[in-house]
């Protein structure tokens, strides 16, 4: 008990430290490198280096399913530690983020030094207009990890899925992988003082094509969707 307790205190002093060290460098890339792509090689290695240091040791399990140009990644959010197992392990790629997260300092700069997506949720024109321009960056080439559960569950079940995420892949007519993040609850319950060291496993599912469907059957993707994570989290 001593010993988990003392590796989460650990690991939350290097997250702290660390954001504040590396949000400087993002930002200068960002200034430089208006793709941000250069800013999401520090967050990759930080994520990397505070698994690392938290003893978590993440299984992959059918990464060869990913298919070649840019997707929509649909994942299930239980964690603070979901976002760096993500970086940590799948190819290149911006997260769609509430906007609010961009008033936080550190993570704000990062956030946009790396070029993600915000979605202004308070304001439903706001919140179509930002779709749309997600839509469009996604389309153009660039692969995006949506959390269709618009927050973190707090419970074991995966809460129902949104249907904005599949509405923006159907827009960008492009396919969605869905993502099952297994055992990430149970490394990191509450805050990082509980973290646990040991193994979490991110399954990549076969994608699931939106050409030709309608922007109408975006519920019906997201049950889909929805069922085939759901079903990667209770094993093969």
Not at 127 to 132: F, T, Y
Not at 159 to 180: D, E, M, N, T
């Amino acid at each position: 008990m001593w010993k988990a307790l003392a590796v989460g205190i650990f690991a939350g002093t290097v997250l702290v430290v660390t954001i504040g060290l590396l949000a400087l460098p993002c930002v200068l890339m960002g200034l430089f490198d208006r793709s941000g792509g250069a800013s999401n090689v520090v967050i990759r290695f930080w994520s990397r280096l505070l698994l690392r240091i938290g003893g978590i040791r993440v299984r992959t399990l059918d990464e060869q399913l990913i298919p070649a140009g840019p997707v929509v990644f649909a994942a299930n959010h239980a964690s603070a530690l979901d976002i760096p197992v993500l970086f940590a392990t799948l190819p290149e790629f911006r997260i769609v983020y509430k906007r609010s997260l961009a008033l936080i300092p550190c993570v704000g700069w990062a956030l946009w030094a790396g070029r993600h997506i915000a979605i202004d949720r308070a304001n439903p024109f706001r919140a179509r207009r930002s779709l749309d321009a997600a839509a469009r960056r996604v389309h153009d080439g660039t692969s995006v990890v949506v959390f269709p559960e618009g927050t973190r569950a707090t419970g074991g079940e995966i809460l129902p899925f949104k249907r904005g995420s599949f509405l923006l892949a159907i827009q960008a007519g492009v396919p969605i992988v869905p993502v099952s993040l297994v055992g990430v609850k149970l490394r990191l319950p509450r805050g990082l003082a509980s973290l646990t060291p040991g193994e979490v496993t991110l399954r990549v599912h076969a994608p699931v094509e939106t050409r030709g469907r309608a922007p109408e059957s975006a519920g019906e993707l997201a049950e889909d969707v929805r069922g085939i994570v759901t079903r990667g989290l209770q094993g093969p």
